[in-house]
Protein backbone atom coordinates (compact mmCIF):
# COMPACT_ATOMS: atom_id res chain seq x y z
CA UNK A 1 0.00 0.00 0.00
CA UNK A 2 1.34 3.39 -0.83
CA UNK A 3 2.32 5.45 2.31
CA UNK A 4 0.19 8.50 2.86
CA UNK A 5 0.65 11.83 4.74
CA UNK A 6 1.65 12.50 7.47
CA UNK A 7 4.13 10.20 8.27
CA UNK A 8 5.90 10.32 11.66
CA UNK A 9 9.01 10.86 11.50
CA UNK A 10 12.10 8.49 12.98
CA UNK A 11 14.06 11.03 15.53
CA UNK A 12 16.91 11.00 17.38
CA UNK A 13 18.51 11.60 21.01
CA UNK A 14 20.39 13.78 21.48
CA UNK A 15 24.19 13.18 22.76
CA UNK A 16 27.36 14.94 23.61
CA UNK A 17 29.53 12.54 22.05
CA UNK A 18 29.55 9.70 18.95
CA UNK A 19 28.50 6.23 20.84
CA UNK A 20 30.62 3.16 21.09
CA UNK A 21 30.78 0.78 18.40
CA UNK A 22 27.81 -1.83 18.91
CA UNK A 23 25.52 1.03 20.71
CA UNK A 24 22.72 0.40 18.02
CA UNK A 25 21.50 -2.66 16.01
CA UNK A 26 24.69 -3.59 13.64
CA UNK A 27 27.24 -1.69 12.20
CA UNK A 28 27.04 1.85 13.30
CA UNK A 29 26.32 4.27 9.84
CA UNK A 30 27.36 7.69 10.33
CA UNK A 31 25.67 11.07 8.14
CA UNK A 32 26.56 14.41 8.48
CA UNK A 33 23.44 17.09 9.55
CA UNK A 34 23.13 19.66 7.94
CA UNK A 35 21.70 22.65 9.64
CA UNK A 36 17.99 22.80 7.85
CA UNK A 37 14.40 21.70 8.15
CA UNK A 38 13.37 18.08 8.61
CA UNK A 39 11.10 17.00 5.88
CA UNK A 40 8.87 14.03 4.07
CA UNK A 41 8.67 14.08 0.57
CA UNK A 42 5.79 11.92 -1.34
CA UNK A 43 5.89 12.09 -5.16
CA UNK A 44 3.91 9.88 -6.88
CA UNK A 45 1.02 10.01 -9.45
CA UNK A 46 -1.52 12.69 -8.05
CA UNK A 47 0.14 13.50 -4.43
CA UNK A 48 3.25 15.84 -4.55
CA UNK A 49 3.45 17.05 -1.22
CA UNK A 50 6.51 18.24 1.26
CA UNK A 51 5.66 17.83 4.48
CA UNK A 52 7.28 19.23 7.83
CA UNK A 53 8.57 16.90 10.82
CA UNK A 54 5.39 18.89 12.90
CA UNK A 55 2.74 17.52 9.68
CA UNK A 56 2.20 20.68 8.23
CA UNK A 57 2.15 21.13 4.71
CA UNK A 58 5.61 23.13 3.31
CA UNK A 59 4.37 22.30 -0.76
CA UNK A 60 3.56 25.63 -1.15
CA UNK A 61 6.57 27.49 0.06
CA UNK A 62 9.21 25.12 -1.81
CA UNK A 63 7.40 25.30 -4.99
CA UNK A 64 11.03 24.70 -6.23
CA UNK A 65 11.10 20.78 -4.60
CA UNK A 66 7.42 20.47 -5.74
CA UNK A 67 8.21 20.49 -9.11
CA UNK A 68 11.44 18.46 -9.39
CA UNK A 69 9.31 15.96 -7.13
CA UNK A 70 6.37 16.31 -9.89
CA UNK A 71 9.09 15.38 -12.75
CA UNK A 72 10.71 12.38 -11.08
CA UNK A 73 10.48 8.82 -13.02
CA UNK A 74 9.38 6.60 -9.81
CA UNK A 75 7.28 7.42 -7.36
CA UNK A 76 9.31 7.83 -4.09
CA UNK A 77 8.60 8.92 -0.22
CA UNK A 78 11.77 10.68 0.72
CA UNK A 79 13.03 11.53 4.24
CA UNK A 80 15.50 14.27 4.09
CA UNK A 81 16.46 18.09 5.45
CA UNK A 82 15.63 21.02 3.72
CA UNK A 83 18.34 23.41 2.92
CA UNK A 84 18.90 27.15 1.40
CA UNK A 85 22.45 27.68 0.64
CA UNK A 86 23.33 31.74 0.68
CA UNK A 87 26.87 33.21 0.76
CA UNK A 88 28.82 30.29 1.02
CA UNK A 89 26.90 27.88 3.62
CA UNK A 90 23.63 26.71 4.79
CA UNK A 91 22.10 29.21 6.14
CA UNK A 92 19.04 29.05 8.24
CA UNK A 93 17.83 32.61 7.97
CA UNK A 94 17.13 32.22 4.47
CA UNK A 95 15.54 28.65 4.91
CA UNK A 96 13.00 30.28 7.22
CA UNK A 97 12.07 33.40 5.28
CA UNK A 98 11.81 30.85 2.40
CA UNK A 99 9.43 28.48 4.29
CA UNK A 100 6.82 31.79 5.32
CA UNK A 101 5.92 32.87 1.91
CA UNK A 102 3.06 31.38 -0.35
CA UNK A 103 1.52 31.98 -3.81
CA UNK A 104 3.66 34.77 -6.22
CA UNK A 105 6.21 35.08 -3.52
CA UNK A 106 7.33 31.90 -2.78
CA UNK A 107 8.20 31.56 -6.67
CA UNK A 108 10.24 34.88 -6.43
CA UNK A 109 12.09 33.59 -3.49
CA UNK A 110 12.56 30.33 -5.16
CA UNK A 111 14.25 31.93 -8.11
CA UNK A 112 16.65 33.97 -6.12
CA UNK A 113 17.36 31.45 -3.28
CA UNK A 114 16.62 27.91 -4.45
CA UNK A 115 16.53 25.00 -1.91
CA UNK A 116 17.72 22.16 -1.71
CA UNK A 117 16.69 18.31 -0.36
CA UNK A 118 19.37 16.44 1.36
CA UNK A 119 18.05 13.04 1.15
CA UNK A 120 19.17 10.06 3.75
CA UNK A 121 16.47 8.05 3.73
CA UNK A 122 13.53 6.20 1.58
CA UNK A 123 10.63 5.30 2.71
CA UNK A 124 9.08 3.53 -0.37
CA UNK A 125 9.99 3.24 -3.76
CA UNK A 126 7.85 2.59 -6.01
CA UNK A 127 5.06 0.65 -4.90
CA UNK A 128 7.46 -1.17 -1.95
CA UNK A 129 6.80 -0.04 1.56
CA UNK A 130 10.78 0.09 3.26
CA UNK A 131 9.82 0.94 6.25
CA UNK A 132 10.23 -2.32 7.55
CA UNK A 133 14.02 -3.10 5.81
CA UNK A 134 16.78 -2.46 7.93
CA UNK A 135 18.67 0.75 7.36
CA UNK A 136 21.94 -0.37 5.56
CA UNK A 137 18.92 -1.70 2.33
CA UNK A 138 17.28 1.32 2.49
CA UNK A 139 20.40 3.42 1.88
CA UNK A 140 21.76 0.76 -0.56
CA UNK A 141 17.80 1.56 -2.35
CA UNK A 142 18.30 5.46 -2.30
CA UNK A 143 22.12 5.29 -3.51
CA UNK A 144 20.49 3.17 -6.56
CA UNK A 145 17.91 5.83 -7.27
CA UNK A 146 20.79 8.37 -7.38
CA UNK A 147 23.17 5.79 -9.30
CA UNK A 148 20.29 5.64 -11.72
CA UNK A 149 19.94 9.90 -11.86
CA UNK A 150 16.32 8.93 -10.91
CA UNK A 151 17.30 11.86 -8.22
CA UNK A 152 19.31 14.62 -9.24
CA UNK A 153 19.16 18.29 -8.29
CA UNK A 154 17.99 20.01 -6.28
CA UNK A 155 17.93 16.39 -4.47
CA UNK A 156 21.14 14.97 -3.02
CA UNK A 157 22.56 12.46 -1.53
CA UNK A 158 23.51 12.99 2.57
CA UNK A 159 27.34 11.72 2.73
CA UNK A 160 27.22 8.63 5.61
CA UNK A 161 29.97 6.62 6.62
CA UNK A 162 31.04 3.65 8.65
CA UNK A 163 34.62 5.22 9.66
CA UNK A 164 34.76 6.89 13.12
CA UNK A 165 37.69 9.35 12.21
CA UNK A 166 35.30 11.19 9.43
CA UNK A 167 32.87 10.91 11.92
CA UNK A 168 34.59 13.07 14.04
CA UNK A 169 36.38 15.52 11.67
CA UNK A 170 32.64 16.34 10.75
CA UNK A 171 32.00 17.56 14.45
CA UNK A 172 34.72 20.07 13.98
CA UNK A 173 33.60 23.54 14.45
CA UNK A 174 35.01 24.80 11.35
CA UNK A 175 32.36 23.07 9.86
CA UNK A 176 29.73 25.06 11.59
CA UNK A 177 30.74 28.19 9.01
CA UNK A 178 29.34 25.95 5.96
CA UNK A 179 25.99 25.16 8.01
CA UNK A 180 26.89 21.53 9.35
CA UNK A 181 25.68 21.36 12.81
CA UNK A 182 26.70 17.53 13.62
CA UNK A 183 26.75 13.80 13.21
CA UNK A 184 23.36 11.44 12.74
CA UNK A 185 24.00 7.81 13.81
CA UNK A 186 21.93 4.82 12.97
CA UNK A 187 22.17 1.28 13.14
CA UNK A 188 22.72 -0.60 9.77
CA UNK A 189 19.85 -2.80 11.12
CA UNK A 190 17.00 -0.51 12.46
CA UNK A 191 13.78 -0.40 10.39
CA UNK A 192 12.33 3.13 10.49
CA UNK A 193 10.41 4.08 13.26
CA UNK A 194 7.99 6.54 12.98
CA UNK A 195 8.30 9.03 15.84
CA UNK A 196 10.56 6.59 17.95
CA UNK A 197 14.15 8.49 18.93
CA UNK A 198 16.45 5.55 18.19
CA UNK A 199 18.57 7.34 16.68
CA UNK A 200 21.11 9.35 18.05
CA UNK A 201 22.35 12.73 17.31
CA UNK A 202 25.78 14.64 18.19
CA UNK A 203 25.99 18.53 17.91
CA UNK A 204 29.57 19.85 17.26
CA UNK A 205 30.40 22.21 19.97
CA UNK A 206 32.92 25.01 20.75
CA UNK A 207 33.76 27.17 23.60
CA UNK A 208 34.00 30.68 23.28
CA UNK A 209 33.08 33.95 25.74
CA UNK A 210 29.89 36.88 25.93
CA UNK A 211 29.54 39.52 28.33
CA UNK A 212 27.23 38.46 31.24
CA UNK A 213 24.54 41.17 30.52
CA UNK A 214 21.12 40.09 32.53
CA UNK A 215 20.16 37.13 34.64
CA UNK A 216 16.84 34.95 34.99
CA UNK A 217 15.44 34.50 38.57
CA UNK A 218 17.52 37.16 40.74
CA UNK A 219 21.12 38.62 41.69
CA UNK A 220 21.05 36.33 44.60
CA UNK A 221 19.68 33.48 43.00
CA UNK A 222 20.55 33.40 39.76
CA UNK A 223 18.46 30.67 37.00
CA UNK A 224 19.90 31.83 33.39
CA UNK A 225 22.12 34.09 32.31
CA UNK A 226 21.54 36.18 29.28
CA UNK A 227 24.89 36.82 27.30
CA UNK A 228 25.63 39.69 25.00
CA UNK A 229 28.59 40.79 22.85
CA UNK A 230 29.25 44.25 22.00
CA UNK A 231 28.86 45.49 18.33
CA UNK A 232 30.75 48.17 16.00
CA UNK A 233 29.02 50.63 17.63
CA UNK A 234 29.09 50.14 21.41
CA UNK A 235 26.14 48.64 21.56
CA UNK A 236 25.71 45.36 23.65
CA UNK A 237 23.50 43.23 21.68
CA UNK A 238 21.61 39.43 22.95
CA UNK A 239 23.91 36.58 21.95
CA UNK A 240 23.06 33.34 23.58
CA UNK A 241 20.48 32.61 27.03
CA UNK A 242 22.47 29.53 28.94
CA UNK A 243 20.94 26.55 29.62
CA UNK A 244 19.83 26.33 33.97
CA UNK A 245 22.99 27.22 36.32
CA UNK A 246 23.73 24.21 38.31
CA UNK A 247 22.92 25.44 42.15
CA UNK A 248 27.18 25.97 42.63
CA UNK A 249 27.26 28.28 39.90
CA UNK A 250 24.38 29.59 41.08
CA UNK A 251 26.42 30.58 44.40
CA UNK A 252 28.80 31.75 42.94
CA UNK A 253 27.36 33.78 40.71
CA UNK A 254 25.31 35.80 43.37
CA UNK A 255 28.82 36.92 44.81
CA UNK A 256 30.31 38.33 41.72
CA UNK A 257 27.16 40.18 39.81
CA UNK A 258 26.35 43.75 40.62
CA UNK A 259 23.06 45.04 39.71
CA UNK A 260 22.72 47.55 36.77
CA UNK A 261 21.86 51.00 36.86
CA UNK A 262 19.59 53.16 34.92
CA UNK A 263 21.93 53.29 31.64
CA UNK A 264 22.38 49.60 31.26
CA UNK A 265 21.20 49.37 27.15
CA UNK A 266 18.96 46.17 27.81
CA UNK A 267 16.85 48.53 30.59
CA UNK A 268 13.35 48.06 29.10
CA UNK A 269 13.70 45.80 26.83
CA UNK A 270 12.05 42.76 25.76
CA UNK A 271 13.79 39.72 24.68
CA UNK A 272 11.67 36.41 23.96
CA UNK A 273 11.73 33.21 25.83
CA UNK A 274 12.57 30.95 22.97
CA UNK A 275 13.70 31.14 19.33
CA UNK A 276 10.59 31.98 17.36
CA UNK A 277 8.64 32.52 20.04
CA UNK A 278 6.75 35.81 21.47
CA UNK A 279 6.60 35.18 24.83
CA UNK A 280 8.48 37.50 27.17
CA UNK A 281 11.43 36.69 29.03
CA UNK A 282 11.62 38.12 32.44
CA UNK A 283 14.92 38.85 33.25
CA UNK A 284 17.02 41.57 35.35
CA UNK A 285 19.73 43.48 33.45
CA UNK A 286 23.55 42.75 35.57
CA UNK A 287 26.18 45.40 35.24
CA UNK A 288 28.26 43.81 32.17
CA UNK A 289 31.72 43.84 33.81
CA UNK A 290 31.98 39.96 34.08
CA UNK A 291 32.93 37.70 31.15
CA UNK A 292 31.39 34.26 31.02
CA UNK A 293 32.95 31.10 29.30
CA UNK A 294 30.30 28.64 27.20
CA UNK A 295 29.95 25.60 25.22
CA UNK A 296 27.42 25.82 22.58
CA UNK A 297 26.76 24.30 18.83
CA UNK A 298 27.40 25.63 15.91
CA UNK A 299 23.91 27.13 15.01
CA UNK A 300 24.04 30.39 14.76
CA UNK A 301 22.23 32.87 13.27
CA UNK A 302 23.36 36.70 12.71
CA UNK A 303 25.51 36.72 15.56
CA UNK A 304 23.17 34.59 17.84
CA UNK A 305 23.22 31.39 19.44
CA UNK A 306 19.83 29.48 18.55
CA UNK A 307 19.62 27.29 21.08
CA UNK A 308 21.16 27.69 24.50
CA UNK A 309 24.39 27.57 25.55
CA UNK A 310 26.14 25.72 28.84
CA UNK A 311 28.47 28.19 31.25
CA UNK A 312 31.29 26.89 32.27
CA UNK A 313 32.71 29.28 34.10
CA UNK A 314 33.54 33.56 34.66
CA UNK A 315 36.95 34.66 33.05
CA UNK A 316 38.15 36.98 35.64
CA UNK A 317 41.35 37.47 33.46
CA UNK A 318 38.84 38.94 30.89
CA UNK A 319 38.07 42.16 30.05
CA UNK A 320 34.46 42.38 27.91
CA UNK A 321 35.84 44.40 25.31
CA UNK A 322 38.09 41.27 25.00
CA UNK A 323 35.33 39.07 23.95
CA UNK A 324 34.86 38.90 20.01
CA UNK A 325 32.21 41.52 18.49
CA UNK A 326 28.83 40.94 17.92
CA UNK A 327 28.46 38.86 14.31
CA UNK A 328 31.99 37.23 14.95
CA UNK A 329 32.38 33.72 14.65
CA UNK A 330 35.23 31.81 16.73
CA UNK A 331 37.75 29.72 15.06
CA UNK A 332 37.91 25.76 16.81
CA UNK A 333 40.95 27.24 18.60
CA UNK A 334 38.31 29.97 19.99
CA UNK A 335 40.09 32.73 18.23
CA UNK A 336 37.93 35.37 16.68
CA UNK A 337 37.08 34.84 13.07
CA UNK A 338 35.05 36.39 10.09
CA UNK A 339 31.93 37.87 10.47
CA UNK A 340 28.79 35.71 10.14
CA UNK A 341 27.16 35.16 6.95
CA UNK A 342 23.72 36.86 7.98
Not at 62 to 90: H, K, M, N, S
Not at 95 to 102: E, G, K, M, S
Not at 322 to 327: E, H, I
Request: with cysteine; net charge neutral; charged share 25%.
Amino acid sequence: MALTPPIQPMLAEARRQLPPAGALPGEMIMESKADGFRAILFARRGLVMLQSRQGSDLTGAFPDIAAAAADLGEEVVLDGELVVPYEGRLHFGELQRRARRRGPGALQAAAAHPAYLIVFDVLQSGGTELLVRPYRERRAALEDLFARDVLTAPFTLCPATTERATALDWLDPAWGAAGIEGVMVKGASQPYLPGKRAWIKVRARATSEAVIGAVTGTLTNPLTLLLGRYDTAGTLQLVARTTPLPTTARRDLARQLAPAGTEHPWSGRHFSAGWGTSTKLDHRPVAPDLVAEFIADTAVDSGRYRHPVRFVRVRAEMNPTQVPLFGERDDPAGRPGGPYEG
